[in-house]
């Protein structure tokens, strides 16, 4: 019964790791830029929704829409004023850095307007759960995964069904040749990035109601974000989704065989062993040029 | 090679024995806090001078070098507070330091060697994010593992030695360490493997195919910088007097290791020492006021000397003389 807990959890959590990678991934794919400010995002969707919870009322997971358009636009003015400003003007090495610095700069605004404490969302089913022979189902869990699986289908859908997403490919595949058909790129660049965090923002508000958070987990969301990536491999919503739930059963797994101070050790260690053995990923689309 | 350089640049390296000499000077006719703002310029410019030999002279950057300060500082308090102990410390604050220091060294040494060579086959963002991770990692590691106290914190005994005051002891050692990392950085880059390091950086299969060891050069330069890093990390880890993991594990030190170099110009021996006093003006003086916002003020430097000046203040004022030259 414990082996059956420890794996119901990690799939729980490995559908929120998934969802909070998946725009970083798309980033990465389409546009070639490490968004080191994207755990940032993340956090700035679970303070969104806290807020807007805590003031309104109002239930977080329908409080996932208003967040995603926030977040998009900020994503698209984000892209368009600054990063593409970095590319331009020197390379993706120094876009990285804007990112960093952008992060630092996004989580030292958090800490200032929500203080550096803790915070959790709690909505009024908080505490109800189902219990089927020993394993225990959190209702608020199963909604999360749910929530999860239920974005990452419609992201999928978007890219493969819809015109914007058909252009997202083709200009993530040739820009040129994109562009000569009359594509512009640069607002597709910035689209991206919008719908990569809005995808963040509503990984924030899943993550807010599953554990508590404060601004400097940031680091870890971009952290893991990069993990899940280096797993599943570049720019797909599926890939996103296989990492996740990889490192969601690794990450519960760890914590119950080990010890619960060890997840983050061991996915960095995944990381590094991955990037020296298979830097192009399980699914063989990653980082191929990692060196 | 370095007979020549030291011919070529002596009139730096007289301005440079001439700057200590100066330097030496400032705790007698300064303030205690404005020897304490000497301090933390020492420290930065020594802390960019210690980036610079990998992230410069190779062009391997990392984004997480403050794995060092927090390994060197951790590896330092343990030794001396469960090996030495407190009453040996106390009696002799400064001998105790050099040997914490001593084993500091030897751990960050043997740590970087350990993972240098797994770690420097990643180029470029991969490298960064990587050393990122270890920083992430061993800070983790030493907040939650109750035997390194990270979460409880380690305390350091007062050191006033040879009749000095506190800080203007650590003014003096991190005196010393700086003009020391500035000889070891001076000597690294006009020796072999700095043309060997500039080649690499370049350009490193073309470097390889002619010949460079690559390999071993950024393995050596790798560990070099990853012990002096760690030696300031000892030091500055005394002049707190009391760390946490959150003291010395900090990711603003990593981040503003790049922005010193970014700032006064990468791949040079004076753009980080430039960038580092500056920095260090600017948020400790002009803008001591506002504490709260620090890191906020560190971020939208780093983003605005990307888009404006990416090449430093060195490198644009190289390519200011080369024009009118050229012209």
Redesign the interface.
């Known amino acids: 019964m414990l082996a059956v807990q420890t794996i119901l959890d990690g799939l729980v959590l490995g559908g929120l790791y998934a969802l909070a990678a998946v725009g970083f991934s798309l980033i990465f794919g389409v546009l070639g830029v490490v968004n080191l400010s994207h755990g940032a995002i993340v956090m700035m969707g679970a303070y969104l929704t806290w807020f807007i919870w805590h003031t309104t009322g109002l239930d977080p997971l329908l409080a996932i829409p208003p967040v995603m358009l926030v977040l998009f636009g900020f994503g698209y003015i984000y892209q368009r004023g600054l990063i593409q400003l970095a590319v331009d003007r020197s390379s993706l090495m120094a876009s990285m850095l804007v990112t960093f610095g952008v992060a630092l700069m996004l989580r030292n605004l958090l800490v200032l307007v929500f203080s550096p404490d803790f915070k959790s969302i709690t909505p009024g089913y908080a505490f109800s759960f189902l219990r089927i022979g020993g394993v225990t189902i959190d209702l608020v869990r199963m909604s999360a995964l749910g929530a999860s699986l239920a974005l990452l289908g419609a992201l999928a859908w978007v890219l493969n069904r819809t015109r914007i997403g058909r252009v997202i490919r083709a200009t993530a595949q040739q820009e040129l040749a994109a562009r000569l058909c009359g594509v512009n790129a640069r607002h597709v660049y910035a689209v991206t990035f919008g719908v990569s965090a809005a995808f963040a923002g509503a990984s924030g508000a899943i993550l807010g109601i599953v554990l508590p958070f404060s601004p400097p987990d940031e680091a870890n969301w971009t952290l893991n974000a990069f993990v899940v990536v280096v797993l599943g491999g570049v720019g797909s919503p599926s890939g996103a989704l296989l990492g996740g739930l990889l490192l969601g059963l690794i990450s519960t797994g760890t914590s119950q065989l080990i010890g619960p101070a060890f997840p983050n050790a061991m996915m960095f260690l995944i990381l590094v062993l991955m990037l020296l053995v298979r830097p192009a990923g399980l699914l063989g689309n990653a980082f191929a040029a990692s060196r | 090679m370095i007979a020549e350089a030291l011919v070529r640049q002596r009139w730096w390296i007289a301005l440079a024995v001439l700057g200590i000499a100066v330097l030496a000077a400032v705790p007698f006719v300064l303030m205690p806090f404005h020897v304490r703002v000497g301090q933390l310029i020492l420290l930065s410019t020594a802390l960019g001078l210690a980036w610079t030999l990998l992230g410069g002279f190779a062009g391997y ?1 990392s ?1 997480g070098h403050t794995a060092f300060i927090g390994l060197g500082a951790f590896a330092a308090g343990l030794f001396e507070t469960t090996v030495l102990g407190a009453a040996f410390m106390r009696a002799n604050p400064l001998t105790g330091l050099g040997i914490g220091l001593l084993f500091a060294m030897a751990v960050c040494a043997v740590a970087a060697a350990l993972v240098a060579w ?2 420097l ?6 490298f ?3 050393m ?3 920083a ?2 061993l800070s ?2 030493t907040n ?2 109750d035997a390194f106290r990270g979460s409880l914190g380690l305390v350091f005994p007062r050191i006033a030695a040879f009749g000095l005051r506190q800080e203007a002891v650590f003014y003096y050692l991190l005196l010393i360490a700086t003009a020391a990392i500035l000889a070891i950085a001076f000597l690294v880059k006009n020796a072999r493997i700095g043309q060997g390091l500039a080649a690499m950086r370049e350009d490193e299969d073309t470097a390889r195919m002619l010949g460079v060891p690559t390999e071993r050069y950024k393995i050596s330069v790798f560990v070099l910088s990853a012990t002096l890093t760690g030696a300031l990390g000892v030091i500055y880890a005394h002049s707190l007097g009391y760390i946490t993991t959150g003291s010395v594990y900090r ?2 030190f990593s ?1 503003n290791m ?1 922005v010193y170099n ?1 700032l006064g110009g990468i791949g040079t021996l004076i753009g980080p020492m430039i960038g580092a006093v500056i920095m260090v003006l600017l948020t400790q003086v002009v803008l001591g006021s506002f504490l ?5 003020l ?6 605005a000397l ?2 404006a000046a ?1 090449r430093g203040i060195v490198g644009t004022w190289q390519a200011w003389r080369r024009r009118r030259h050229g012209a």
Do not use: C, K
């Open positions: 950057w984004f797994p770690i086959r990643l180029r470029g963002i991969y960064a994010v990587a990122l991770g270890i992430q990692v983790e590691l939650s593992i990711t603003d981040l790049i970014l709260n916002l620090h890191m906020f560190t971020g939208a430097m780093l983003v990307v888009v990416p």
